[in-house]
């Protein structure tokens, strides 16, 4: 009877896994035909061994029925003995934890015990914060650092001398590392979002450097990212240079704060992405004042080479050049001497004609610097208020007053009054200068040209 059951369980079970497979390979309509045929199957085999139980002689079926009870009571009977045992275990397994309980009381352990979870729970945050975890990644499915101290000081169970010395293996291994630049290779995501392996530079758990681009670390990823924006052209310079170097003492980057003051570099915008992220009066700004400057220069450097050639003029008057504006006036002055002679007041103004013929080359894009310095703190204002309304109403349009898109509105609004004043500052220490130069060599022409009118009238009197 039981070789029956046995039978029946086994083709019970090959029909399941004859009918999985028929489900899998065959449609719906063949998987219920299978089914179907399964169960005949098995209902002719149980017929079967009930028809063979049922012409046994008496004594056989009897037999059959006191082995299955002897064999029933054999296990029960184990059942009961290892049940017994398992409680006796159980016992034991309770003493014994109430004398180690006592024990580790008595020695004061679990204090000590408790101190290590604390330590190991405070340094997996710490762990798990440092760009050190990126060069000490698990491996074949063991924990991390930092998971594998929040682990234990979850943990319930009496340490062991092997957990406290890895406690102790990893906060002294961080220690040392930060204090070490180390060169590895890990993932680092690039600023498209695809992660990649490079190279990378780490000086302990402040600064990581990888293709002379500067890392922020992600401890939720555990990995690196290249910031979207890097720092300043003096920073890049200078972790091209530690990169680069292979002996000695390199200058690096190392942010204390373990990338805070980074990211605010970082996030730092630039005169250009101001400028560009402004208004458009930002680029009329920046017209009139590169207008203005070239105008500067181009007159600065007349001037000084006017000024030089009147100073070798003064010193040989008696033959003027007609390359600088003193030699002109003289030659004008020599050309008609007779005439100039027999009248003074015609000679006064023939020569007041010659200077005022070469002023208006000396004294060339003054005005038009004189406006620009006007106009440049005005076109700042027009910048600043239209930057301010678009403001307002990108608040009033998001309905929000975040504190940050309020900063970022206004310092992009101000970008136009700094271009402003930035420019009619300078231009006005521009135009003093070139006013200056201008009525020097004016004074030097009207003293010579006076001179020497006074000069003739006088010899032509005493002749």
Request: proline content about 4%; some cysteine; overall charge neutral.
């Amino acid at each position: 009877m039981i070789k029956s059951k046995q039978f029946i369980l086994v083709a019970a079970a090959a029909a399941m896994l004859h009918t999985g497979a028929a489900f899998a390979q065959n449609s719906l309509e063949s998987l219920l035909a299978d089914v179907q045929a399964a169960r005949a199957a098995e209902q002719q085999t149980f017929q079967q061994r009930a028809s063979e139980f049922n012409a046994a002689p008496a004594d056989q079926q009897a037999k059959m029925l006191s082995d299955a009870q002897a064999r029933r009571e054999a296990l029960s009977g184990e059942s009961d003995k290892l049940s017994a045992q398992f409680s006796a275990n159980e016992l034991v397994i309770n003493e014994a934890d109430k004398k180690l309980r006592d024990k580790a009381a008595s020695l004061g352990l679990q204090e000590v015990f408790g101190l290590a979870r604390q330590v190991a729970g405070d340094a997996a945050s710490v762990l798990q914060q440092s760009m050190v975890s990126t060069q000490f990644r698990s491996t074949g499915g063991e924990l991390n650092r930092d998971e594998y101290l929040r682990a234990f000081a979850a943990s319930q169970k009496a340490p062991m001398h092997s957990d406290l010395e890895k406690v102790w293996l990893e906060l002294y291994g961080e220690m040392t590392q930060s204090g070490a630049v180390a060169k590895y290779t890990t993932k680092v995501v690039q600023p498209g979002g695809e992660p990649k392996e490079a190279e990378v530079i780490r000086v302990g758990p402040f600064t990581a450097i990888s293709e002379g681009k500067y890392l922020n670390y992600l401890p939720e990823l555990r990995a690196f990212s290249v910031y979207p924006r890097q720092p300043p052209a003096e920073f890049m310079s200078t972790g091209a240079a530690f990169s680069a170097a292979t002996s000695g003492y390199p200058t690096a980057v190392v942010d204390g704060s373990r990338g805070v003051l980074m990211s605010l570099y970082v996030e730092r915008p630039s005169w250009l992405y101001r400028i560009e992220h402004g208004e458009d009066v930002n680029y009329v700004i920046l017209l009139v004042g590169f207008i203005s400057v070239a105008c500067f220069l181009f007159q600065l450097v007349f001037l000084i080479v006017v000024r030089v050639r009147v100073g070798a003029q003064l010193k040989n008057l008696g033959k003027p050049l007609a390359d600088n504006p003193l030699g002109r006036v003289l030659l004008a002055f020599k050309g008609d001497a007779k005439n100039i002679e027999q009248d003074a007041d015609v000679a006064e103004l023939r020569i007041a004609e010659a200077v005022f013929r070469e002023v208006p080359k000396l004294e060339r894009f003054q005005a038009m610097l004189r406006l620009a310095v006007a106009a440049g703190p005005l076109l700042g204002l027009i910048g600043t208020v239209l930057g301010m309304i678009l403001t307002f109403q990108s608040i009033t349009e998001s309905g929000s007053s975040d504190p940050k898109l309020m900063a970022e509105g206004i310092g992009a609004a101000m970008i136009a009054t700094v271009l402003g004043i930035g420019i009619a500052i300078p231009l006005l220490f521009a135009n003093a200068l070139l006013t200056s130069l201008s009525k020097g060599i004016t004074q030097v022409i009207e003293e010579q040209s006076a001179g020497m009118l006074a000069e003739s009238i006088e010899r032509t009197r005493r002749g």
